[in-house]
Protein backbone atom coordinates (compact mmCIF):
# COMPACT_ATOMS: atom_id res chain seq x y z
CA UNK A 1 0.00 0.00 0.00
CA UNK A 2 1.54 3.64 -0.99
CA UNK A 3 2.56 5.67 1.94
CA UNK A 4 0.84 8.72 2.54
CA UNK A 5 1.31 11.51 4.61
CA UNK A 6 -0.40 11.30 7.97
CA UNK A 7 -2.86 13.75 8.89
CA UNK A 8 -2.80 13.71 12.83
CA UNK A 9 0.00 15.84 13.06
CA UNK A 10 -0.47 19.69 13.56
CA UNK A 11 -0.11 21.71 9.73
CA UNK A 12 1.47 24.54 11.37
CA UNK A 13 4.52 23.85 9.13
CA UNK A 14 2.63 23.46 6.05
CA UNK A 15 0.67 26.45 6.42
CA UNK A 16 3.95 28.23 6.41
CA UNK A 17 5.49 26.89 3.80
CA UNK A 18 2.32 27.98 1.89
CA UNK A 19 2.29 31.87 3.62
CA UNK A 20 5.88 32.13 2.43
CA UNK A 21 5.35 30.92 -0.76
CA UNK A 22 2.80 32.92 -1.12
CA UNK A 23 3.74 36.33 0.42
CA UNK A 24 7.29 35.99 -1.31
CA UNK A 25 7.19 33.59 -4.35
CA UNK A 26 7.79 34.91 -7.79
CA UNK A 27 3.96 35.62 -8.46
CA UNK A 28 4.82 38.88 -6.00
CA UNK A 29 7.52 40.15 -7.68
CA UNK A 30 6.69 42.82 -10.30
CA UNK A 31 8.51 41.66 -13.36
CA UNK A 32 7.72 38.40 -13.57
CA UNK A 33 3.94 39.71 -14.51
CA UNK A 34 4.81 43.03 -15.75
CA UNK A 35 3.91 44.70 -19.59
CA UNK A 36 7.08 45.18 -20.28
CA UNK A 37 8.30 41.06 -20.08
CA UNK A 38 5.33 39.53 -21.59
CA UNK A 39 3.96 42.22 -23.88
CA UNK A 40 6.23 45.17 -24.67
CA UNK A 41 8.46 46.18 -27.45
CA UNK A 42 11.17 44.25 -26.58
CA UNK A 43 9.84 41.27 -24.41
CA UNK A 44 11.18 38.92 -27.21
CA UNK A 45 14.74 39.40 -25.90
CA UNK A 46 13.20 39.95 -22.78
CA UNK A 47 11.40 36.48 -22.45
CA UNK A 48 14.91 35.55 -23.97
CA UNK A 49 16.90 36.51 -21.50
CA UNK A 50 14.35 34.43 -18.84
CA UNK A 51 14.50 31.74 -20.76
CA UNK A 52 18.58 31.36 -20.67
CA UNK A 53 19.14 32.81 -16.55
CA UNK A 54 16.29 30.19 -15.47
CA UNK A 55 17.91 27.57 -17.13
CA UNK A 56 21.53 28.48 -15.92
CA UNK A 57 20.24 28.55 -12.54
CA UNK A 58 18.13 25.64 -12.43
CA UNK A 59 19.00 23.59 -15.83
CA UNK A 60 21.43 21.59 -14.03
CA UNK A 61 21.20 18.04 -13.02
CA UNK A 62 21.61 17.31 -10.01
CA UNK A 63 19.88 20.47 -8.97
CA UNK A 64 17.82 21.04 -5.72
CA UNK A 65 15.40 18.39 -5.47
CA UNK A 66 17.99 15.73 -6.20
CA UNK A 67 20.13 16.80 -3.71
CA UNK A 68 18.01 17.05 -1.31
CA UNK A 69 16.84 13.56 -1.98
CA UNK A 70 19.97 12.47 -0.73
CA UNK A 71 19.74 14.24 2.29
CA UNK A 72 16.27 12.73 3.23
CA UNK A 73 15.65 9.70 4.58
CA UNK A 74 12.01 9.47 6.24
CA UNK A 75 9.99 7.37 3.63
CA UNK A 76 6.84 9.93 3.07
CA UNK A 77 9.42 12.88 1.53
CA UNK A 78 11.56 10.73 0.13
CA UNK A 79 8.57 9.27 -1.71
CA UNK A 80 7.97 13.18 -2.54
CA UNK A 81 11.15 13.87 -3.58
CA UNK A 82 11.24 11.04 -6.31
CA UNK A 83 8.04 11.85 -7.73
CA UNK A 84 9.25 15.62 -8.05
CA UNK A 85 12.34 14.91 -9.75
CA UNK A 86 10.80 12.98 -12.00
CA UNK A 87 9.03 16.09 -12.88
CA UNK A 88 11.85 18.77 -12.54
CA UNK A 89 13.38 16.08 -15.51
CA UNK A 90 10.72 17.33 -17.80
CA UNK A 91 11.33 20.83 -16.80
CA UNK A 92 14.85 20.81 -17.58
CA UNK A 93 14.35 19.18 -21.01
CA UNK A 94 11.91 21.84 -21.78
CA UNK A 95 13.98 24.61 -20.76
CA UNK A 96 17.04 22.84 -23.04
CA UNK A 97 14.93 23.10 -25.85
CA UNK A 98 13.98 26.88 -24.67
CA UNK A 99 17.30 28.18 -24.64
CA UNK A 100 17.82 26.42 -28.04
CA UNK A 101 14.49 28.28 -30.06
CA UNK A 102 15.48 31.64 -28.18
CA UNK A 103 18.61 31.91 -29.72
CA UNK A 104 21.77 33.73 -28.21
CA UNK A 105 21.46 35.61 -25.15
CA UNK A 106 20.55 38.94 -25.39
CA UNK A 107 23.44 41.33 -25.18
CA UNK A 108 23.53 43.87 -22.32
CA UNK A 109 25.86 46.00 -20.38
CA UNK A 110 27.86 43.64 -17.60
CA UNK A 111 26.58 40.53 -18.98
CA UNK A 112 29.76 39.00 -17.45
CA UNK A 113 28.69 39.99 -13.94
CA UNK A 114 25.50 38.77 -14.66
CA UNK A 115 26.14 35.15 -15.47
CA UNK A 116 28.70 35.52 -12.48
CA UNK A 117 26.00 36.52 -10.07
CA UNK A 118 23.36 33.68 -11.23
CA UNK A 119 26.29 31.19 -11.31
CA UNK A 120 27.04 32.45 -7.25
CA UNK A 121 23.08 31.61 -6.68
CA UNK A 122 23.26 28.14 -8.25
CA UNK A 123 26.16 27.65 -5.51
CA UNK A 124 23.95 29.05 -2.86
CA UNK A 125 21.27 26.73 -3.66
CA UNK A 126 23.26 23.74 -3.62
CA UNK A 127 25.07 24.47 -0.93
CA UNK A 128 21.21 24.72 0.75
CA UNK A 129 20.20 21.49 -0.60
CA UNK A 130 22.77 19.65 0.99
CA UNK A 131 22.85 21.56 4.45
CA UNK A 132 23.31 19.01 7.08
CA UNK A 133 20.18 20.90 8.98
CA UNK A 134 17.41 18.30 9.19
CA UNK A 135 14.44 20.42 6.97
CA UNK A 136 16.47 22.56 5.39
CA UNK A 137 17.03 20.59 2.41
CA UNK A 138 13.41 19.52 1.73
CA UNK A 139 12.00 23.16 2.57
CA UNK A 140 13.70 24.49 -0.35
CA UNK A 141 12.42 21.64 -2.82
CA UNK A 142 9.03 22.20 -1.59
CA UNK A 143 9.29 25.62 -2.08
CA UNK A 144 11.14 25.12 -5.91
CA UNK A 145 8.38 22.93 -6.79
CA UNK A 146 6.05 25.45 -5.28
CA UNK A 147 7.72 28.55 -6.85
CA UNK A 148 7.99 26.82 -10.24
CA UNK A 149 4.67 27.77 -10.95
CA UNK A 150 4.57 30.93 -11.35
CA UNK A 151 7.47 30.72 -13.26
CA UNK A 152 6.61 28.03 -15.54
CA UNK A 153 3.97 30.60 -16.42
CA UNK A 154 6.07 32.69 -17.66
CA UNK A 155 8.26 29.98 -19.64
CA UNK A 156 4.92 28.75 -21.73
CA UNK A 157 4.51 32.78 -22.41
CA UNK A 158 8.21 32.41 -24.21
CA UNK A 159 7.87 28.97 -25.78
CA UNK A 160 4.72 30.24 -27.48
CA UNK A 161 6.36 33.78 -28.56
CA UNK A 162 9.21 31.31 -29.90
CA UNK A 163 7.38 28.45 -31.25
CA UNK A 164 7.57 25.51 -29.67
CA UNK A 165 5.03 23.44 -27.69
CA UNK A 166 5.57 22.78 -23.90
CA UNK A 167 5.19 19.91 -22.08
CA UNK A 168 2.51 19.29 -19.53
CA UNK A 169 3.57 20.16 -15.90
CA UNK A 170 3.63 17.30 -14.32
CA UNK A 171 5.04 18.70 -10.62
CA UNK A 172 3.43 17.41 -7.11
CA UNK A 173 0.69 20.25 -5.99
CA UNK A 174 -0.11 22.34 -3.12
CA UNK A 175 -2.12 20.04 -1.00
CA UNK A 176 0.58 17.60 -1.16
CA UNK A 177 3.60 19.94 -0.29
CA UNK A 178 1.71 20.96 2.93
CA UNK A 179 0.66 17.45 4.05
CA UNK A 180 5.04 16.52 3.54
CA UNK A 181 5.96 19.86 4.65
CA UNK A 182 3.52 19.04 7.97
CA UNK A 183 4.37 15.32 8.27
CA UNK A 184 8.18 16.21 8.69
CA UNK A 185 8.10 19.22 10.83
CA UNK A 186 8.26 16.36 13.91
CA UNK A 187 9.92 18.94 16.02
CA UNK A 188 10.27 22.95 15.59
CA UNK A 189 13.89 22.44 15.04
CA UNK A 190 12.33 20.73 11.74
CA UNK A 191 9.74 22.99 11.00
CA UNK A 192 11.97 26.11 11.73
CA UNK A 193 15.14 24.45 9.36
CA UNK A 194 12.02 23.76 6.70
CA UNK A 195 10.99 26.92 6.60
CA UNK A 196 14.27 28.84 6.17
CA UNK A 197 15.03 26.42 3.42
CA UNK A 198 12.35 27.37 1.79
CA UNK A 199 12.56 31.46 2.72
CA UNK A 200 16.28 31.00 1.46
CA UNK A 201 15.32 29.48 -2.00
CA UNK A 202 12.34 32.26 -2.51
CA UNK A 203 15.14 34.69 -1.90
CA UNK A 204 16.96 33.66 -4.42
CA UNK A 205 14.18 33.51 -6.78
CA UNK A 206 13.89 37.23 -5.93
CA UNK A 207 17.37 37.88 -6.73
CA UNK A 208 17.02 36.43 -10.02
CA UNK A 209 13.67 38.52 -11.18
CA UNK A 210 15.69 41.57 -9.68
CA UNK A 211 18.63 40.65 -12.20
CA UNK A 212 16.29 40.54 -15.18
CA UNK A 213 14.62 43.42 -14.75
CA UNK A 214 17.84 45.57 -13.85
CA UNK A 215 19.12 44.03 -17.41
CA UNK A 216 15.61 44.42 -18.80
CA UNK A 217 16.29 47.96 -17.75
CA UNK A 218 20.04 48.35 -19.13
CA UNK A 219 19.15 47.18 -22.31
CA UNK A 220 16.30 49.75 -22.76
CA UNK A 221 18.13 52.59 -21.90
CA UNK A 222 21.22 51.92 -23.98
Known amino acids: ?37 LEGEHSARNLADVAHFVCLLHGRYPG ?9 TDPIPRAWLHRAGLGFASERAFLARLVVAAGPIPSTLGQARSEAA ?14 ERNGCALGAALALVLDWRPIRAV ?22 AIAVAADSATTPGIERAIGFGAQQLLVQHSGLWD ?4 REMARRDA
Open 1 to 37: MASTARTDRPQGAGEMLAALVAEHGSARHPYSASQAL
Open 64 to 72: VIELAAQRV
Open 118 to 131: VIGQTHALATLAQS
Open 155 to 176: LDGAAQRFGIQPPPLDLPGLKD
Open 211 to 214: LLET
